[in-house]
């Protein structure tokens, strides 16, 4: 095994040249319904297969609970009050720049294939890259029960195939997000067989063992046309998903953990596999998979490269600043650390305060009892906060969107247009 410390911060890929990066993300998939994260039900063994070789981050932070808001942070390296993708109707303003501009910019190719209308182009997510399938989405918009998974992966397989057999030896980044875990829960016969199918939250399995055995293919692709040595490999989620742990249902509604709490695997070429129990935010990813490609980091970005915890040594990070700002009564901003959560209600002006040590799954509300603490909190978060104003001021407003009632109805088939 190649020493890492010794070769600064690149990833050491075996041609020498810059590391490609396949970014993985998958919609809606909660962390501790990963066999790697300690779930009971066999959801993903190329998953768990994966990460053996790979840094597992055991406390990933989302920074928003809904995909539109938690993508743009993920691209950018901005909370959600920097960039301004707060609402349906927003959009990433151009005057951004994100992760796959940047690597454009210093020579890489650049592919997504996406799956769900939020990575649709009206909403700005596609700037830097040079080919943008969102065939698939147009497909989504027609029906909300279409299985996305093999044709994420057929796209993708056949991305790494022409890329094995190219004769330019550009490095190259393809994002590939899967959709089928997000509600309408399909029953998928072979998993419904395990997990049974009557419960929303065994066909929510099923759905993400799907997805798995999909995501295996590709990853199967990327050792068989000798990519895998040469490529970065980083598999989040943009959120998870409520099912009654605080009594409610799917996402977008809440800062709780079962929505902010992503899987983060990242597996880089000279890099040890090894666990990190450190908080670490999705605004990190953009830094982290920058550096370990030598890439100069995005200007205004927030995130802090995660390279450090990768060789374990120590890093000391900011809180993972979250917030919720679809409308007046869904406006909220939290504050996440290793030892607490501290929750704002922007409207009614109430907080909440949780222990993360000793309640991670956020049951037991002790703002009461540590009302001195309470100062701090909310100072620290308003802090927060601020920084991320003072870029967005940099900026244009985020793009209005001029959505028509057909787009409201595509909407209403992903479940989001509900609470406006
Ligand atoms: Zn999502």
């Not at 182009?121 to 497909?139: A, I, K």
């Not at 796209?155 to 980044?173: C, V, Y």
Request: glycine letters at 8%.
């Amino acid at each position: 095994m190649l020493c890492a410390c010794s070769t600064g911060d690149q990833a050491k890929t075996a041609s020498g040249q810059r590391p490609n990066v396949l970014l993985i993300t998958v919609d809606t998939l909660r962390r501790d319904h990963l066999e790697t994260y300690g779930y009971p039900r066999p959801t993903s063994p190329n998953l768990a297969r994966f990460a053996g070789s790979a840094t597992v981050f055991d406390d990933a932070q989302a920074p928003a609970p809904w995909t539109l808001p938690s993508l743009a942070s993920l691209l950018t390296g901005l909370p959600t009050s920097a960039h301004g993708c707060r609402t349906f109707y927003d959009s990433l303003a151009p005057s951004y720049q994100a992760l796959p501009e940047q690597l454009l910019a210093h020579g890489y190719d650049t592919a997504a294939v996406t799956s769900h209308v939020f990575l649709g182009r009206p909403y700005g997510l596609h700037q830097g890259f040079v080919h943008f399938d969102d065939e698939l989405v147009l497909e989504m918009t027609r029906s909300d029960e279409v299985v996305s998974s093999p044709a994420v992966s057929d796209k993708g397989i056949a991305f790494l195939q022409a890329k094995a057999e190219a004769t330019d030896s550009r490095p190259w980044m393809l994002w590939l997000h899967y959709f089928d875990p997000h509600a309408v829960y399909q029953p998928h016969p072979e998993y419904a067989a395990q997990f049974g199918s009557k419960r929303p939250i065994d066909r929510y399995d099923g759905e993400i063992a799907f997805t798995d055995q999909h995501i295996g293919r590709v990853l199967d692709a990327l050792d068989a046309t000798g990519l895998a040595e040469d490529t970065i490999v980083l598999l989040t989620a943009d959120h998870g998903e409520e099912f009654g742990d605080h009594g409610g249902v799917d996402h977008g509604h809440t800062l709780f953990r079962e929505l902010l709490d992503v899987p983060l695997i990242l597996r880089a070429p000279g890099f040890e596999a090894r666990r990190v129990e450190d908080l670490v935010r999705l605004t990190d990813v953009s830094a982290t998979l920058l550096e370990l490609c030598g890439v100069p980091g995005l200007p205004e970005s927030l995130g802090t490269s995660l390279v450090p915890l990768m060789r374990g040594e120590p890093l000391d990070l900011p809180p993972s600043l979250a917030e919720l700002d679809r409308n007046p009564r869904l406006s909220k901003a939290g504050l996440v650390r290793g030892d607490a959560k501290y929750v704002l209600d922007r409207q009614s002006g109430q907080v909440e305060l949780f222990d993360r040590r000793i309640d991670r799954a956020e049951l037991t509300d002790v703002a009461a009892e540590r009302s001195e603490d309470l100062h701090a909190f909310a100072t620290e978060l308003e802090a927060l906060v601020a920084q991320a104003r003072a870029i967005a001021a940099a900026h244009p407003d985020a793009f209005r969107l001029d959505l028509g009632a057909d787009d409201l109805g595509d909407l209403a088939g992903t479940g989001y247009v509900g609470d406006e």
